[in-house]
């Protein structure tokens, strides 16, 4: 079940219900589908609100520097420098890792930040069932930012 302080768009996002996905692949997508809606919609509006999907042994590796828990992940997210941002996403590719318990998924797309131009971002993402219930966290994420210069 999802945690009380977890928000209800969130917490939505990673319930997958009984019944929705008949088998491993499509269980896969599902909740693949679900994590980019609603990560980049509220990485966009309020990314302080992501905290949940994170525990204490997650990692963000961004931009080749390594975050390790919940609230060091947090903090990093909180202090990008821009007010402003919007992701549009490109692809999703998602495969269930081997056991059902956890999908794998990379992410390509644009980030705009601020007055700046968009720039290309990849992002790969572990997901895990949270202890047999129906919620999903990010165990893994990595995090690269294509900055080209024309």
């Known amino acids: 079940m999802c945690n009380t302080k977890f ?3 969130l917490c939505m996002a990673f319930f997958i219900g009984s019944g929705i996905a008949t ?7 599902v909740v693949a589908s679900s994590l980019v809606t609603q990560y980049y919609q509220t990485f966009d509006e309020n990314r ?26 947090t903090q ?3 202090s990008l420098p ?17 056991t059902s318990q956890a999908v794998v998924l990379a992410v390509t797309g644009q980030l705009k930040a601020d007055d700046d131009l ?9 997901l895990l069932q949270e202890n047999g219930s129906n919620s999903w966290v990010i165990s893994n994420q990595i995090f ?7």
């Open 7 to 9: 928000s209800a768009v």
């Open 23 to 29: 088998d491993i692949n499509e269980q896969a997508e």
């Open 118 to 126: 968009p720039h290309y971002f990849s992002e790969t993402f572990i």
């Open 76 to 78: 990093k997210l909180k």
């Open 144 to 150: 690269r930012l294509y900055l080209h210069n024309h």
């Open 82 to 98: 821009f007010n402003k941002v919007q992701h549009t996403v490109s692809t999703v590719d998602a495969q269930p890792m081997i």
């Open 48 to 73: 302080s609100h992501l905290a949940m999907l994170y525990r204490e042994n997650s990692q963000l590796h961004f931009e080749g520097t390594v975050h390790t828990g919940r609230e060091e992940i």
